[in-house]
């Protein structure tokens, strides 16, 4: 069974660019979630993905957005990049079924921006 | 809204010694309950959970009992060791109308010695 993974590892960007995040679900897993993690503190949620569609949305700003694609990969885009985006970003999967929405975290990406 | 609260640390134990950290929340409804554990460098791992009231999560010698009365979910272990340090997140999970979403605590980083 592979675990959900995430690229890149690491990333810096410039404030106002514009960058694109991937995450891969783990086998049998058919929902993504995105949250950030900034230093020192603990993982926010920023949306979830099912069925290729935005479920569910946590205090975020429009300039956070998302994908899901039909093998249930997904993808996060922050446009406009802020100082204060700089965190790291995780990525979490789950099997959506009455009862049970267990989420499991991939590695993150580290983003820095400069 | 939904919040969750931990003690702070960094949490300081000689190997063996035992573990408790302190965690309790503010939420409507019946949430689930999670223990998360963050290696340095890595993602979240899932630790243990719980889904209703008085229900106990065990994994790995670690456990923690669901407490609607005091609205904790406290994390012990009677034995720690070295390999244990690493940062442990409490969180609650709501399902909202077509979603569900983590909501964390700051966590908790321990620190073993030998």
């Known amino acids: 069974e592979t675990g959900v993974t995430q690229s890149p590892t690491h990333l810096i960007k410039t404030r106002g660019q514009q960058v694109t995040l991937r995450c891969s679900s783990q086998s049998g897993h058919n929902t993504v979630s995105w949250y950030q993690q900034a230093l020192g503190q603990g993982p926010q949620f920023i949306f979830q993905?099912?069925?290729?569609?935005?479920?569910g949305r946590g205090n975020f700003p429009p300039r956070f957005s998302g994908l899901q694609f039909p093998n249930y990969s997904s993808e996060l885009n922050v446009n406009a990049l802020e100082l204060d985006d700089s965190a790291l970003y995780l990525c979490a999967s789950s099997f959506r079924l009455a009862g049970s929405y267990e989420q499991y975290f991939g590695p993150g990406t580290r983003l820095t921006v400069t | 809204g939904d919040s969750v609260t931990q003690m702070e640390g960094p949490v300081t134990l000689s190997e063996e010694a035992c573990l408790t950290i302190n965690c309790t929340y503010t939420a409507t409804g019946y949430p689930s309950l999670f223990w998360y554990v963050q290696y340095p460098g890595e993602g979240l791992q899932l630790l243990l959970k719980a889904t209703k009231a008085d229900d106990k999560g065990s994994n790995k010698g670690f456990e923690a009992t669901y407490r609607k009365e005091t609205t904790s979910f406290h994390l012990e272990k009677g034995s720690v060791q070295v390999s244990d340090s690493a940062v442990y997140f409490c969180a609650l999970m709501r399902r909202l109308t077509g979603y569900s979403t983590l909501t964390f605590g700051k966590g908790t980083m321990l620190l073993v010695s030998p």
């Open positions: 993905y099912y069925r290729e569609e935005e479920n």
